[in-house]
């Protein structure tokens, strides 16, 4: 039986009308994958998604970056690590001898300052540009989306190669984040060096590259498989029952899978992570790929999140488009470790040739590891291998263990590629393209651009998370990976819930063990103590109609410098007294006792909060003689939905020696009834 597809460009909708079905016949006579793997390399790379199982030609990858060279934090900050070196005409902020290409320039702090670009020993520069121009997508040939910004970071994968050499000089008394991505060649491969991309065929291939981008979310699966051969789709519905296994897909000839669906995305949502899938390549007993489904393609803390080019959900389908060759066989597998309930109905697209792996190509792994705590001192670890190949993506979930304070993720990333280290961050969020969390309109919602992404960021939950896919910048070894982030701005000491995927190609088996952890170590867990800070970015549902002002204040009390939500009213509202609501996000539902933490002080009134026009618990009185901080004071216990909950507080009274009637509010505490 069959059933049928509908691909449209604003997602993928399957729907079932058989069990499986297969299209399309054998592949003609004589079939050959092509080895283009000299043409491959620069904006080629950007064309077609089959160019990432290749091994790359490289001899070197790095980076250039601002990150503080005492260990310290200043990654930026003050400018004073954010060039190379200094000369007449500015600052310089890489240097390089060719051949070579620069695949990626990323800051959340652009300015107008123009850029040098120095190719080939040449006296005067071929490329000059103000910084911020390298984003925006407004100068030829760095075009959106191949350029971009969003979650506060600013991006641009436009290649630029050189033959000999390349000097980029910031004309600028002063910068501050940066990093440059590099790759470095053999002297026998002949890059060319930038032009702007002028001649019909670089333009055409810069069109091709800004269509691929532009399809997160869609059917790019032709682009995963090599150019001109047919492709087999096949579609398979299947019935998970608990404690079960299932096989989605099985050949015993060689091929690749160019795209894998799986839906619906629903049925793999929730915070327990007990739907497993595996991947197996050419006989072997371990799996190549082994996951939680959602975390393979990208939830955030069990809710579908990630839309990127090459994987992610849309609609109620997951999909994965990073192209996966094998040379003789491979199976894909689900596993429920549910003890009860009912089954799960699962629909199934694998989009495959039957082009076998060729010798230049790795096969492609996938491993989730959770570090629940951190460890001590150490960073958290992606990826430690042995062997040839190279990284192409990873996604973090990042938690901390104390509520309103994600400090760990001023954490940097490392990457030692054959025993040196080439690659170091200036912050988490950095590293996935982003800038500047828990700040409003940057690193503070969900996110999804072309390769990365904010996954979410909760500071009130203490969780961040990000994604990031490496076309021409993936990470090269020759010999071992180790790639890393550290949990803390300094020596990785705040104790932190770290779970990824790290997503690579290998010529062998890696030698990273490939293991869960049982159900109860993988599941999604929630503080039980939640501290909402008006002060800095808890959104506001409502406040009085007239003659109230809601302002957020910084000063030093009693010696700490405290942020609080600084509430002044005169007369009486339209509707009675005065009042304020939040919106507060709960990771369950269930019953929460309702805390505030605020400076008491002579003009203080006193606060209740109020459901439904109902007053619940008890008025709590913030008049105190001097101003000093009180709280937490207890409210009320009520029921709470998981998600975002409305909470209002009324200014319900005031005490007989208080001079007026404010709030100055530095908390809202939630804290989980057994």
Known sequence: ?????????????????????????????????????VDAIGLAELTRLDHLARFKRSVKVGAFSSYDRTGGND?????????IRQDAEGLVLAELDGPGAIYRIWTPTP?????????????????????????????????????GYGAGGFYCYLPITFERSIKI????????????????????????????????????????????????????????????????????????????????????????????????????????RDVIIRIFWDGDEQPAVLSPVGDLFGYSWGDPAMRSVVAGTAGDTNYLYLPMPFDESARIELTSERA?????????????????????EGRFYALWRRENPTIDGEPFTFLDTQGRGHIVGAVLQAQGFESAQTGFFEGDDQAILDGELVIHGTGSEDFFNGGW?????????????????????????????GYRFMLTDAYAFRTSARLTIEHAPTENRLPTDYASVVYFYSEERPTMAFELPGEAERRVSGPDRILFRPGWSVP???????????????EPIDGVDTRYLEVRVEGEDVFGPHSVGFRCELPEAGTYAVSIEALGGPDQATVQLFRNERAEGQAVDLFREARQPVGPLRLAELEFAEGENAVLLKLSGTNDRSSGQGVDLTGLVFERVP
């Open 111 to 147: 300015t107008d300052d123009v850029f040098a670009f120095y190719f080939d020993g040449e006296d005067e520069p071929r490329l000059e540009i103000p910084f911020r121009q390298l984003f925006t997508g407004e100068r030829e040939p760095f075009v959106s989306p191949i350029v």
């Open 75 to 83: 990654d930026g900050f003050s400018g004073a690590y954010s060039f």
């Open 340 to 360: 009860e309930g009912p089954p799960l109905d699962v629909e199934v697209e694998v989009v495959w040739t039957r082009i076998p792996r060729e010798p230049d």
């Open 1 to 37: 039986m069959r059933m049928t597809l509908w691909v449209a460009r604003a997602g993928f909708l399957l729907t079932l009308v058989g069990v499986s079905a297969c299209e399309s016949g054998p592949p003609p006579t004589g079939l050959e994958a092509p080895s283009p793997a």
């Open 540 to 554: 506001i549902d409502s406040f009085s109609f007239r003659g109230m002002t809601v302002t957020k204040v910084q």
């Open 437 to 465: 969390y828990n700040v409003t309109g940057r690193w503070m919602s969900r996110v999804s651009l072309p390769l990365s992404g904010c996954l979410d960021y909760n500071n009130a939950l203490g969780r961040s998370a």
């Open 169 to 272: 000089v910031a004309r600028a008394e002063t910068l501050q984040f940066y990093q440059i991505n590099y790759a470095l060649y053999p002297d026998d491969v002949e890059l060319g060096t930038f032009d702007g991309y002028a001649a019909p065929e670089s333009r055409a291939l810069l069109a091709t590259a800004v269509e691929l981008f532009e399809a997160a979310g869609e059917d790019v699966s032709a682009s995963a498989a090599p150019a001109g051969v047919e492709l087999l789709t096949e579609r398979t519905s299947v019935s998970l029952a608990p404690a079960s296994s299932v096989t989605l897909f099985e050949t015993d000839q060689g091929g690749r899978i160019a795209g894998l669906r799986l839906g619906p995305a629903s049925a793999f949502a929730g915070k327990v």
